[in-house]
């Protein structure tokens, strides 16, 4: 990859990273509206299925009766079986309409002062990529938490029970032993996410666009590379989407690198105590 | 020791009918625009004569970076090469490229505006202008102005173009290149662009998508999408200053007009063109022929195809929405095919 894009690096260096124009026409490429995309979407799509996901994985590990936990586990690992461009066509037939007619309206009426829920409403943008992102990643997440939850052994929580605890706090010690692997399958999500390409480029607009608000177009990287890469041309063009990749990857593997020094320090945190 | 003898006599098998299918394979690669009138020739080519064709619909881009590379064929491009990657393959393959037109495509301004019912009128410069984000509202004086009689909402208009490099993105810039040196500036001509405005949508039915879905959009499709799936479209005033609805002979006689200043290596651009209903968005889409091939079997196949593209497999051009080649132009296509060579032998 490094190789592929030399001459894009060669010519740019890092005004890559900081400018903001990606002008196929006068050659001149810069990435950082697409990075930022790319960040914001993800970031704001485990926000939103964070706190939804870890629910539904304790409610299915631990208080869930089996006659409803069987098929709700099901349907969970179906939602992650179901292909992005469905995802995609469910977003732009169900999902937009919704957000053009009825979200965004009522948002920029009560908040329009902030600067997130500014601009006309058109349904497709940031807010509906963050959306369709967030529910992409919750079956990843909390199918994985609910297995995590159930591999922390029966003792712990009969321990925590005949200590006095109640139901609830015993799941908070479970769910405390049990915090590195939910934090894997978050960074596991957030992967999916950031990779994400055919779902987010059906409904997010796709302007190489730097806004505050969640109404506007957006880019992400993924979507950039399958877009423009059939009839990238010219040899800068081309090397410029290289390095794009090559950006990916890299911000892939810092996210990797600190999802692990997390784990690694909380361990030693745990350890310790 | 079973599984394993199975294995030996399926791949045993496979290896014997493929040699007996040996045949003559010819592989190319390129444009999806025309991905469905090709298999169609190369399907009808290969009943009558048994050479097959393995043609991959991978892009414009993709075709041009094969030919250049040397690994196809024939390539196929909706965009002509620029004078730089024509340089290139000569420089990697020591031939020159020829450019084949075969078949045409227009492309239309498709609306969405419940409360209009006729076919409104638009000209390059209001377009322009719209694309630009200078024209923002439907009720715009400009509009107005060539469309009297007809009430248009007090709307703001959401522009829609696609995402993804296209070479109907290459066609419909380079006609507002040539209708307004604004655009000429400040956004210019190629496959994707820096779009002043808008949002995007992925191919033909991303903007259709984007179309259909709000009230008060505008965006580009091709001709031929935009009838399958009826579409309403506007009109377009021409250089002749007539209003053309966009169809195949509207669009064939853009082609049309464009004859007498057709460039000797056929790589015409025919938007804006010349000729009283000509259809002013239009584009050839090319087959991209190595003048000289090594290989004599392979080039006197590729040939014989090409003629008989041009003979008889234009006639299926207007049946899968496509519009055909004027009479003119097949004529300087055949003289171009009868130039191709093989090891610096004219081809019988």
Redesign the interface.
């Known amino acids: 990859m490094y190789l592929g894009s030399k001459p894009s690096i060669e010519k740019f260096g890092w005004r890559f990273l900081t400018s903001s124009?990606?002008?196929?026409?006068?050659e001149i490429f810069g990435a950082l509206p697409i990075i930022y995309g790319t960040v914001v979407s993800s970031l704001l799509a485990l926000i939103i299925t964070l706190p939804l996901s870890i629910g539904v994985a304790i409610f299915l590990a631990e208080t869930a009766p089996p006659w409803l936990e069987k098929p709700l586990s099901f349907l969970v690992e179906l939602l992650a079986g179901i292909p992005s461009v469905v995802y995609g066509l469910w977003g732009?037939?169900v999902l937009?309409?919704f957000l053009?007619d009825t979200v965004e309206p009522y948002l920029s009426d009560k908040f329009g002062n902030l600067p997130f829920f500014t601009g006309?409403p058109?349904?497709?943008?940031l807010l509906a990529a963050v959306l369709i992102l967030s529910i992409m990643v919750l079956p990843i997440i909390a199918s994985i938490s609910r297995d995590v939850l159930r591999s922390v052994p029966q003792s712990q929580r009969e321990a925590a029970l005949a200590l006095g605890a109640t139901k609830w706090q015993a799941t908070k010690i479970v769910l405390k032993d049990a915090m590195p692997g939910i934090f894997g399958a978050t960074m596991l999500g957030l992967g999916r996410a950031i990779g994400e390409t055919m779902a987010v480029?059906?409904v997010i607009?796709?302007?190489?666009l730097i806004s505050p608000s969640l109404f506007d177009?957006s880019y992400t990287m993924a979507?950039v590379i399958?877009?423009?890469?059939?009839?990238?041309?010219s040899q800068l063009y081309l090397s410029s989407l290289i390095e794009l990749a090559l950006v990916l990857f890299i911000i892939t593997i810092i996210i990797n690198g600190l999802a692990r020094l997390l784990v690694w320090s909380m361990e030693r945190r745990w350890k310790a105590s | 020791m079973k599984l394993r003898n199975v294995i030996a006599v399926l791949f045993l098998a496979l290896a014997v009918s493929s040699v007996a299918k040996a045949q003559l394979q010819l592989n190319g690669a390129g444009a999806t625009f025309p991905a469905v009138i090709y298999s169609k020739w190369f399907d009808e080519y290969k009943n009558l004569t048994g050479v097959q064709f393995n043609y991959q619909a991978?892009?414009?881009?993709?075709g041009?970076?094969q030919i250049t590379e040397g690994t196809v064929d024939f390539g196929a491009s909706d965009?002509p090469l620029?004078d730089e990657?024509l340089a290139e393959v000569k420089a990697k393959q020591g031939v020159e490229v020829l450019h084949i037109p075969t078949v045409m495509g227009g492309i239309v301004l498709s609306y969405n505006l419940s409360s209009v019912s006729q076919k409104l009128k638009f000209d390059g410069s209001v377009v322009a202008d719209i694309y630009l984000g200078k024209i923002t509202k439907w009720n715009d004086s400009r509009i107005a102005a060539l469309n009297p009689g007809v009430t248009l909402p007090n709307k703001?208009i959401?522009v829609a173009h696609r995402?993804?490099?296209?070479?109907t993105t290459y066609i419909f810039t380079n006609y507002l290149c040539k209708v307004s040196p604004e655009w000429k500036e400040k956004?210019?001509?190629?496959?994707?662009?820096?779009?002043p405005v808008?949002?995007?949508?992925?191919g033909n039915d991303?903007v259709a998508?984007?179309v259909k879905?709000?009230e008060g959009s505008i965006g580009y499709v091709e001709l031929a999408y935009a009838v399958q799936n009826k579409l309403p479209y506007g009109l377009l005033k021409n250089k002749a200053g007539n209003f053309v609805d966009a169809n195949f002979n509207t669009v064939t006689e853009a082609a049309a007009g464009a004859v007498k200043n057709m460039p000797s290596d056929l790589r015409a651009i025919i938007t804006d063109s010349d000729g009283k209903n000509a259809y002013p968005i239009a584009g050839f889409t090319w087959l991209l022929i190595y003048k000289d091939m090594k290989n004599e079997t392979k080039a006197a196949a590729l040939v014989k195809f090409l003629k008989w593209a041009m003979e008889k497999g234009e006639s299926y051009a207007s049946g899968l929405y496509y519009a055909p080649l004027p009479k003119q132009v097949v004529k300087l296509c055949e003289k171009k095919i009868a130039s191709i060579t093989s090891n610096g032998k004219k081809i019988k």
Do not use: H
């Open positions: 124009t990606w002008d196929p026409v006068q732009i037939f937009v309409p053009r006309a058109y349904g497709f943008g480029t059906m607009g796709n302007r190489a177009p979507s399958a877009n423009e890469f059939t009839e990238a041309t | 991978i892009g414009s881009g993709g041009i970076r965009g620029s990657q703001a959401l995402s993804d490099g296209s070479g956004v210019g001509n190629n496959t994707s662009v820096n779009w808008g949002l995007g949508g992925k991303g998508g984007l879905q709000t």
